[in-house]
């Protein structure tokens, strides 16, 4: 595939030992090593000529890269590629609009005599899957409200495989393994700890929205067991996961013999999460609990994307844009 790279493993079989993480490149550096496929793409340039068009991933971020003139065999190997694989590269890390970018020279498939350690190559969340499940699971079972306890339980434990592995989105905040449980978790810690402080709030009714509100982004988002996601469902494209969790939800607050009043109030925090219709909520939230949820969705995943962007950041200096944050760069103080 493309110019074939050296083989540079130890021969003893020992786990290869990963050089360049996305979080430490520069402008104008020369990388040498494995990354994993994301959104792999041959497009056509506007000089009619084709080219590789790919995200590479690796633990601690990713990054837009690029083979350009791509014709022949190099045509059909890299046609192959697909979400989840990892190649060995040869780049060059440029800019484009104000991002680092590779510009790919070589790039050779994983060989069996590659012996990488894949938790290098998977951008997850900080805590174990099991434990933050558990988590959620715990205050669902502490509701007093009968009702929001069996919705909560059922929508925990028939969806509880890709509880275990899925993000949150497929790009941007929490698009990583498991991320869809952090975000919920700690969406639920910071919204006990609102509750402490607001004691006019139903509790019960606050976290039964953080435990569902996202739900449907299971079948939105494409995932593989990595939580590596090339993208959106076709229902996921048509309808988003607002429309699709409130299908499911309804369907089962009907099998459950939910309350109309409480179904309607469960339905209207989903629908209104997202606050404004150009965000896909075509309702702003219309009682506390609905605000509530908004805030702390909104607070989560700005939060993430702050601190993913320090990630990379030098002390003193400024992140990239964050194009989900309105294109701010974000800075990062000398002294922390």
């Known amino acids: 595939m493309a110019e074939i790279i050296e083989n540079q493993n130890n021969i003893d079989g020992e786990k290869y030992q990963k050089k360049v993480f996305v979080e430490d490149i520069q402008v104008d550096q020369e990388v040498t090593d494995y990354f994993m496929v994301k959104n792999p793409a041959l497009r056509v340039g506007s000089n009619g000529k084709q080219y590789f068009d790919v995200t590479l991933c690796?633990?601690?971020?990713?990054?837009?890269?690029?083979?350009?003139?791509?014709?022949?065999?190099?045509?059909?190997?890299?046609?192959?590629?697909?979400?989840?694989?990892?190649?060995?590269?040869?780049?060059?890390?440029?800019?484009?609009?104000?991002?680092?970018?590779?510009?790919?020279?070589?790039?050779r498939r994983l060989e069996s005599v590659d012996h990488i350690n894949m938790q290098d190559y998977i951008k997850a969340a900080p805590e174990d899957p099991k434990v933050m499940y558990d988590y959620i699971h715990s205050v669902a079972e502490s509701f007093e409200d009968q009702d929001l306890k069996k919705l909560c339980l059922r929508v925990l434990d028939d969806n509880k495989d890709k509880w275990m592995y899925y993000p949150a989105a497929s790009r941007n905040h929490h698009a990583e393994f498991a991320g869809l449980?952090?975000?919920?978790?700690?969406?639920?810690?910071?919204?006990?700890?609102?509750?402490?402080?607001?004691?006019?709030?139903?509790?019960?009714?606050?976290?039964?929205?953080?435990?569902?509100?996202?739900?449907?982004?299971?079948?939105?988002?494409?995932?593989?067991?990595?939580?590596?996601?090339?993208?959106?469902?076709?229902?996921?494209?048509?309808?988003?996961?607002?429309?699709?969790?409130?299908?499911?939800?309804d369907g089962l607050m009907d099998e459950l013999d939910f309350p109309q009043e409480k179904k309607l109030m469960v339905e209207h925090m989903?629908?209104?999460?997202?606050?404004?219709?150009?965000?896909?909520?075509?309702?702003?939230?219309?009682?506390?609990?609905?605000?509530?949820?908004?805030?702390?969705?909104?607070?989560?995943?700005?939060?993430?994307?702050?601190?993913?962007?320090?990630?990379?950041?030098?002390?003193?200096?400024?992140?990239?844009?964050?194009?989900?944050?309105?294109?701010?760069k974000i800075y990062k103080p000398e002294e922390e």
């Open 181 to 249: 449980l952090w975000h919920v978790k700690r969406m639920l810690m910071n919204g006990q700890k609102v509750c402490e402080v607001y004691t006019d709030l139903k509790r019960d009714l606050v976290c039964a929205g953080v435990i569902v509100h996202d739900i449907a982004k299971i079948w939105e988002i494409k995932s593989n067991e990595f939580g590596v996601s090339p993208g959106y469902s076709v229902e996921g494209n048509l309808l988003g996961h607002i429309v699709m969790g409130i299908k499911y939800l």
């Open 58 to 107: 690796d633990k601690t971020g990713e990054v837009s890269s690029k083979k350009w003139d791509v014709n022949g065999s190099d045509s059909d190997n890299l046609s192959m590629l697909k979400d989840g694989d990892v190649i060995r590269i040869k780049a060059r890390v440029n800019e484009w609009q104000g991002a680092k970018q590779f510009r790919l020279q070589k790039i």
């Open 270 to 328: 989903v629908l209104s999460h997202h606050y404004e219709p150009e965000y896909g909520s075509p309702k702003r939230p219309m009682f506390p609990e609905a605000e509530v949820l908004h805030y702390l969705d909104i607070l989560d995943a700005r939060l993430f994307d702050m601190f993913d962007a320090l990630s990379g950041a030098e002390k003193g200096g400024f992140s990239e844009k964050v194009w989900t944050l309105d294109n701010r």
